[in-house]
């Protein structure tokens, strides 16, 4: 697991690995290590990390504990548990200004989301606080703005998007308020999902800064948006209202897309990171200024054209999605706006000029079942590329044949997506002599189920 340090929230600096990996155990091969959540222990002068730990199929759901002198590491892992004998997956961590520690962890065995008090030492948990009901939640993280605190968290919906929610209360122990949509319904929270709560304690007031994953080109990508200023504090703080586009306050204003000054804002063109609380309508994005150190490419148009001369180029990789496309559960605009991003060249992307991308290999599962339904929909996603010429190919193992089977079937939904039509024939691998011209041409699917 990285570090990465920041002066204003926007440019980060990595430090490097903070968690390492273990040849074997918890932290070894296979093995789920996520979720970390870090605090500070005054009493002891330890940095107290706490991870999900679990194995392949999801079944251990423990707790691992880690340790340091200095934010960044490098820890020392000390173990795993299951806290008072529950389970526990995603988890996050709250200090109390007097320095109680809290662990909130996800329990869908007891059908909710659990607080536990930990020891005084941080390195392990002491006593149950409150566990609120109204069906599992996961992805938790809290905050306290004057005399209340905030629970955030997320439904569970595995792989997919879901309306994020809050509760409310005046102690930790509760009671709790109903489970409430953070953002405006149906909006997915905007493509994300809470991760953590960053407090930023400013000259003149205190902003509390939401840490979430967002779908993106290669999976999920930490990304800020800001969920409210103290001088904003009620019993309904909630993202549709203190980051609305057209208020006056410091989070419209980053939403805006400009620079600000003062609570609220970590830097300029903060709207391009924080997407947790954008509105709906979004302005369009102009192309910052940049400097090329290599030929202008053709222009983008209708047809994917890399340009030839440059000395710079881009082999794009993008990986499973299987459970974008999983029986009735189709979910194709991750992938799609990756697609779309390649198209683009990274014209339109900060930080840099064209990526003259030469080719996309798409590695990885396809499907959840490999139906015809599902690859239906996939044909529609890879659509676009098709139209334009990209050149790539799909590898992937297609979940439509068994493994414990020596099933050598010609014909599935699998080739049939991937080649020039059905009934194509395997593709012929060429010869180290053959020439050029023997090569598929760029933007055609070479013919056979490794297409």
Not at 212 to 230: E, F, N
Request: hydrophobic fraction near 30%; glycine fraction near 12%.
């Amino acid at each position: 697991m990285p570090c990465h340090t920041s002066g204003d929230l926007g440019t980060w600096t990595y430090q490097g690995v903070a968690l390492a990996k273990q040849s074997s155990g918890d932290l070894g091969p296979n093995r789920v290590v996520e979720r970390p959540k870090v605090i500070y222990n005054a009493s002891t002068g330890t940095c107290v990390m706490y991870v999900h730990i679990d194995s392949g199929d999801y079944s251990e759901a423990k707790a691992g504990v880690a340790t340091s002198s200095t934010p960044c590491g490098p820890y020392v892992y000390r173990g795993s548990f299951r806290p008072l004998g529950d389970v526990s997956r995603d988890l996050g961590l709250f200090q109390e200004s007097d320095g109680t520690g809290y662990l909130l962890t996800e329990d869908r065995n007891n059908g909710g989301l659990r607080i536990d008090r930990l020891s005084a030492d941080y390195l392990s948990v002491d006593s149950p606080v409150a566990l609120l009901g109204g069906g599992s939640i996961e992805a938790p993280a809290m905050m306290k703005v004057g005399g209340t605190y905030y629970l955030l968290g997320s439904h569970l919906s595995g792989w997919y998007l879901n309306d994020n929610v809050y509760a409310t209360a005046t102690s930790p122990s509760g009671p709790w308020s109903v489970w409430r949509d953070l953002a405006a319904p149906g909006t997915n929270t905007y493509d994300s999902q809470t991760a953590n709560i960053i407090t930023v304690q400013g000259t003149s007031g205190t902003t509390y800064v939401r840490s979430l994953t967002s779908g993106a080109l290669s999976g999920a990508t930490p990304l800020l948006g800001a969920i409210m200023h103290d001088s904003h504090s009620s019993d309904e703080c909630a993202c549709p209202r203190t980051a609305e586009i057209d208020g006056g306050g410091a989070a419209a204003a980053s939403r805006r897309g400009g620079s600000c000054v003062g609570p609220g804002c970590w830097g300029p063109g903060s709207a391009r990171r924080g997407s947790g609380c954008s509105p709906a309508r979004r302005p369009r994005r102009r192309p910052s200024p940049r400097r090329r150190t290599h030929p202008s490419p053709a222009p983008r148009r209708d047809r994917w054209e890399p340009t030839p001369d440059s000395r710079k180029f881009t082999f794009v990789v993008t990986p499973d999605t299987q459970y974008l496309f999983d029986g009735d559960r189709i979910h194709p605009a991750p992938l799609e706006a990756s697609f779309r991003s390649v198209l683009d060249g990274g014209t339109n992307r900060e930080g840099g000029g064209d990526d003259t991308i030469v080719f996309l290999a798409r590695l990885g599962d396809v499907t959840e079942h490999g139906l015809p339904a599902e690859y239906a929909a996939v044909t529609k996603s890879f659509a676009p590329l098709d139209d334009a010429g990209v050149a790539y190919g799909v590898l992937a193992g297609n979940h439509d044949v068994r493994s414990s089977t020596d099933d050598r079937r010609g014909r599935t939904p699998y080739p049939d997506t991937f080649t020039k039509g059905p009934g194509a024939a395997p593709i012929a691998v060429p010869s180290p002599a053959a020439p050029p011209a023997h090569r598929p041409p760029a933007g055609r699917r070479p013919s056979g189920p490794l297409g």
